[in-house]
């Protein structure tokens, strides 16, 4: 089940492409056209929506919403026959579209409230398979891939102590996982900060290595294009970054290329309190020759706490939404 603040933004934004000037007036006729909201979602937006504590949130939604309702490249003021929420469950395929909202089969919306998240894969799906779809069937811990020294001696000064561990990190299980990660929820004992520093360094600098020499003049563009969530199909992001709102529609790669030509994708091991990897692209737009640079970083982390489960790798838009080469204002 999503969380609350996901919920409403998800349905708030749904209320407010329906074209109705307040979100009260949807709730209390809860329409046909939302065909696959159960009678428990309504019941439970109607009492977030009464307790006030997402009153903001609630706002914000239905502005978006309301916004697309009205834009010229969306629906133009019509109000829409079957609004979907697929929000609040896995996808059952490979999607490249984050949609949370579908309307009348054709629009897909994806709701973006104060995140900048783009990918949350494992870092070998990301480096080694360069986010193409479906799942890479490589269970390792990316760190000691990576970093097979600094991850065994930071994992010697985190188990010392600790009984009924392995002698290497790399033999941990997962109930051995969970049993290191609950004793290093207080911090880390002593020596182990610096260790864990040179870990990050040494993680950062191999990942940016493996990453580089996988990308090539013949897969760059694409490598670009999953990185921002360029897909076959177009689709709309509604949200916000701060108190701005953000209502954007996103090109295909058919789009893309008839108005950009990438001269360079970049990566580079950064400083940070985790692994980081920095990436960034110049576009050059074609009918003026002006260059665009769109940069993001990722961060390669323990999911759940230290040593809990393998490390995931986040990935992060650091430039402006509606500077990003592709993605184009309502």
Known sequence: MPSERTFVTEL????????ASEPAEVLARRPAAFSNLAETDWERLARLFAGGAYEQEFAAGHANGRAFFEAPDALRGRRPRLIEWTGGRRPPGDEVVPADLRIDHVYLVSCKYASKILHNPSPARLVEGLLATGALPDGRDWYARTAPAEYQSLYELCAAGVGGLPMFGLSLSPRERR???????????????????SLCRAVSVETARLWSARLMPGNEEAMLWRLLRIGAVPYFVLGSAGRSAVRLRVDTPWDWRQRYRLLALTVEAQPGGQPRVGWSARCEER?????????????????????????EAKVYLDSPQEAVPGYNPL
């Open 12 to 19: 708030s934004t749904a209320l407010g492409l329906y074209g």
């Open 287 to 311: 009918t003026s020759g002006a260059e665009r640079e769109v940069r993001g970083h990722v961060e390669i982390r323990w999911s759940h706490g230290r040593f809990a489960q393998p490390p």
């Open 179 to 197: 049993l290191l990660a609950s004793r290093l929820r207080q911090g880390w004992p002593e020596g182990a900060e610096a260790a864990y520093a």
